[in-house]
């Protein structure tokens, strides 16, 4: 299966050096480039594609404001200079399914598109232990109602979440089919009200602490 990615970016020098790198994989396909994120929004709804490449500050509309518009429509992929708290955790209460910074190697972003692509998060390692600390000082609001109505097969997909595993490794770990896997995910963030796999991975690690 083809990878269908928009990349996102308001310098046309980054957009096309990351055009060059993913256009070397025969299983990704560029389907567009967005200068601005109120551009990315409207080409997303044009192309459809799998992952789109976000950079976070451009004009018109900032990449987190588009990431928040195309929630539950493509999954997205954060691409930027910027290691900045607010820029990361904006980023992922967007709804954002990766976040990943520019210096990240052109081996590691084709790998990281892969990874979101197939459903899975992904954090650049740099970010990952100082995120999860500050969820869990200041975790957000959740409805206990909502956790408690996920059936026993849903809170073990969760529990898998939070321990980090992709939807291969939870399939096998649970002896079901990925599709299967899949389903199960998306229900888990249906009824948590939840906008991505990385943020259903903090809510289960908070609730394995407090058990």
Do not use: W
């Amino acid at each position: 299966m083809t990878i269908r990615v928009l990349v996102a970016d308001d310098h046309a020098a980054v957009r096309a050096g990351i055009v060059l790198v993913l256009g070397g994989h025969d299983d990704i396909e560029v389907v567009g480039e967005a200068a601005d994120g109120e551009q990315a929004v409207v080409m997303a709804s044009e192309t459809r594609p799998d992952v789109v490449l976000m950079d976070v500050r451009m004009p018109k509309m900032d990449g987190i404001s588009a990431t928040r518009e195309l929630s539950g429509v493509t999954d997205v992929l954060i691409l930027t200079t910027f290691d900045l708290d607010e820029y990361v955790f904006g980023a992922l209460r967007a709804g954002a399914a990766g976040f990943l910074l520019k210096n990240t190697d052109a081996d590691a972003l084709v790998e990281a598109v892969r990874v979101v692509a197939r459903g899975d998060g992904l954090i650049s390692p740099s970010v990952t232990r100082r995120l999860i600390s500050a969820f869990r000082s200041s975790p957000p609001p959740r409805d206990v109602r909502a956790v408690e109505s996920l059936t026993p097969r849903e809170r073990e997909v969760l529990a898998c979440i939070g321990r980090g595993m992709s939807n291969a490794e939870i399939s096998r770990e649970l002896d079901m089919a990925e599709a299967t896997t899949k389903t199960h995910v998306s229900r888990v963030l249906n009824k948590l009200g939840l906008r991505s796999r990385v943020q259903a991975a903090i809510l289960a690690q908070e609730l394995s602490a407090e058990s």
